[in-house]
């Protein structure tokens, strides 16, 4: 099915240790986002890319990094993990158009991920 | 400061039992406001665009409306299977970026 797809569902990391999450879409998707939800804060948004080979800040991208070396991938990397990012992370595409996004942005299932 | 701010945090019905979730923003320069359905362990599902005030759409049960400063969600004789957190996002300026809010989470009883 097409969709985004979200690798690992779950992962426990030591404090200070690296990671990266992948996000692959097959919908040919310009844009894509990585997000964290947590409790009582809502969806906010980490990093964004408007294209392959392009990254921009979201709200909160302190401790995070990324790349988008193909259209269809959106790595999340952690150099070093800190408790404080233990949360649900989500990746999400869209369109470019924005009326093209009329049938949503579309989100993968998500990463739980655990600092301890 | 850009904001949107869902209300009823929670919110239980009875089967059958009608009511209405809302989502207020203050981003100038609206470019879409979204509702999403979100189970638990999974992704935010898209539900409903509106671009307009006036605007309204409807799928089964579910009935979303826009305002220039909120939207509502209407859900019409709601079944335990509508039992969810519903997230409201607004897309505005230059950009495709999304602010959610923090959700309504909806438990109907049989």
């Known amino acids: 099915n097409a969709g985004v797809t979200q690798t690992p569902k779950f992962r426990v990391l030591k404090t200070g240790q690296s990671m990266t999450l992948l996000c692959a879409q097959d919908?040919?998707?310009?844009?894509m986002y990585w997000y964290r939800q947590d409790p009582g804060m809502g969806l906010r948004l980490i990093h964004y890319s408007v294209g392959e080979g392009t990254t921009a800040k979201g709200e909160v991208p302190d401790g995070y990094n990324v790349s988008r070396l193909k259209k269809q991938n959106f790595l999340l990397g952690l150099e070093s993990a800190a408790p404080s990012q233990t949360s649900v992370y989500f990746c999400?595409?869209?369109?470019?158009?924005?009326?093209?996004?009329?049938?949503?942005?579309?989100f993968g299932s998500g990463t739980r991920l655990t600092v301890v | 400061e850009d904001q949107v701010t869902q209300s009823p945090e929670a919110l239980r019905l009875q089967e059958g039992e009608s009511s209405s979730l809302n989502c207020s923003y203050t981003v100038s320069g609206l470019r879409g406001l979204f509702w999403y359905r979100q189970d638990p362990g999974k992704g935010p599902e898209f539900l409903f665009t509106l671009y307009s005030a006036g605007e309204e759409k409807e799928k089964e049960r579910l009935k979303a409306t826009l305002t220039k400063k909120e939207s509502f969600l209407h859900i019409t004789a709601p079944k335990p299977e509508d039992s969810a957190t519903y997230l409201c996002a607004v897309r505005w300026g230059a950009t495709n970026k999304l602010i959610f809010g923090t959700g309504t989470l909806l438990a109907v009883q049989p």
């Open positions: 999400a595409s869209s369109p470019l158009s924005p009326r093209g996004a009329d049938g949503g942005y579309t």
């Open positions: 919908m040919n998707h310009e844009y």
